[in-house]
């Protein structure tokens, strides 16, 4: 591979507590910089690398002084203190091991892999290299999501007997359909792609993970969309309007998507719970619903981002009733409800200090599986599919933040 490197002219962290970062990748999560190149924080972006011309031309403009390569071994060899991963899906294994082997804390955005198996090499090799991982499932610092787990830890809807999670995916058309999201190849499925979020999300509020699943579903109106696309000249924001509706007129489509627009996921977990995961990509609204049902009381968010709430009913009523106490979900600023930020920060801090984070990348890899194996079930007529678990040593090590006995 040829190299395009443009040189800054000068250092931008020129003093040593000053955290350099470098970006891999800088398409549609790049906005991400904005958090990462932050002096007065305590970090800076001082390598990009891209494999596209547009790409790293968007990070020359956002971020001048950084150098901007198609090389990934100069961001290797540049003695970076952290590095984010924000391939697309499919290269994240590969970029990921060779961060982990040079040693760098590494943030992978989710999800971790598109298998199982992949999933679990890079955790493998995570201990082996002793070099931290964090996975950037942003969702645990979401307002609506952290005022359930704050719900269920207090014992207010007593033990967790079931969670159930509707996903009304209503961009999905345009999110998903037309670029390397449609195509089981790239993504696998959007059971795992989109739904990893959620199903990390229902293992944190249920307090398990998925050990068996069966998944249903189908490609039930994209497919029959005449009007086809090669779109690997222009990215989401470049072809994304309000204005495609209904589904069945929607324009320029992957002409190979052959992932599923409806599906859901059946789950039993390790600790008893059982969950649901339902996800369509052509509703009008876009948002989702969780409920979390325990032995005294359960919840439900209605919105999911601020100006929704949360809605405890823990006394019997008959027929649809009002909630004995309302939540509002919590204003934060920044990008994805204020979860972004606080990702960074976490990660941040995790990559210079070590410890313990919200995040887990046993949680998310347990998230790949349930979606992977999911999927595998569907496109096998629904039966009942047996998730393996990670070797127990494995697990203790994650769990011990990193850091072998």
Avoid at 248 to 255: K, V, Y
Wanted: with cysteine.
């Amino acid at each position: 591979m040829s190299s395009h490197t443009q040189q800054p002219a000068a250092s931008p962290a020129a003093t040593t507590h000053v955290m350099r970062v470098g970006m891999v990748g800088f398409g549609l999560r790049a906005g991400l910089h904005r958090e990462l190149n932050a002096p007065e924080r305590g970090s800076v972006v001082s390598h990009v690398c891209d494999l596209s011309e547009r790409g790293r031309a968007d990070a020359a403009r956002a971020l001048p002084e950084a150098t901007i390569t198609d090389d990934l071994e100069i961001l290797l060899a540049a003695g970076l203190d952290a590095i984010v991963v924000l391939t697309p899906d499919f290269t994240h294994r590969e970029v990921v091991l060779r961060t982990l082997k040079a040693g760098i804390p590494t943030f992978c955005e989710k999800p971790l892999d598109i298998t199982v198996e992949g999933a679990d090499q890079i955790l493998a090799v995570a201990r082996e290299t002793g070099t931290r991982l964090y996975v950037g499932h942003n969702m645990r610092h979401m307002p609506v999501v952290r005022g359930m787990r704050d719900i269920v830890a207090s014992g207010e809807i007593g033990e967790v007997k079931a969670v159930w999670c509707r996903h009304f995916v209503g961009n999905g058309g345009d999110y998903y359909f037309k670029d390397w999201h449609a195509q089981r190849e790239y993504a696998n499925t959007l059971l795992l792609q989109k739904g990893a979020h959620d199903i990390d999300v229902i293992h944190w509020l249920a307090g398990g993970s998925s050990r068996r699943v069966s998944g249903m579903g189908g490609l039930t109106v994209y497919g029959d969309v005449a009007s086809r696309r090669d779109n690997s000249d222009r990215r989401m924001w470049d072809w994304f309007s309000a204005d495609n509706w209904p589904p069945t007129e929607q324009t320029d489509l992957n002409p190979d998507l052959d992932v599923e627009d409806l599906s859901m996921v059946q789950m039993r977990l390790d600790n008893g719970v059982f969950a649901s995961y339902e996800q369509c990509h052509f509703t009008p609204d876009y948002w989702r619903n969780y409920t979390v049902i325990g032995t005294a009381g359960r919840i439900e968010n209605f919105g999911d981002s601020p100006g929704g709430e949360i809605r405890v009913w823990t006394t019997r009523h008959s027929g649809l009733h009002d909630p004995d106490r309302v939540v509002p979900i919590e204003e934060s600023d920044g990008g994805h409800g204020g979860a972004d930020p606080a990702l960074i920060q976490e990660f941040l801090r995790f990559a210079s200090e070590g410890g313990a984070t919200d995040t887990s990348p046993v949680a998310a890899r347990e998230a790949v599986a349930t979606g992977d194996l999911a999927a595998r079930s569907l496109r096998a007529g629904g039966g009942a599919v047996d998730v393996p678990a990670l070797p127990e040593d494995l697990v203790a090590y994650f769990e011990r933040g990193q850091t072998e006995a």
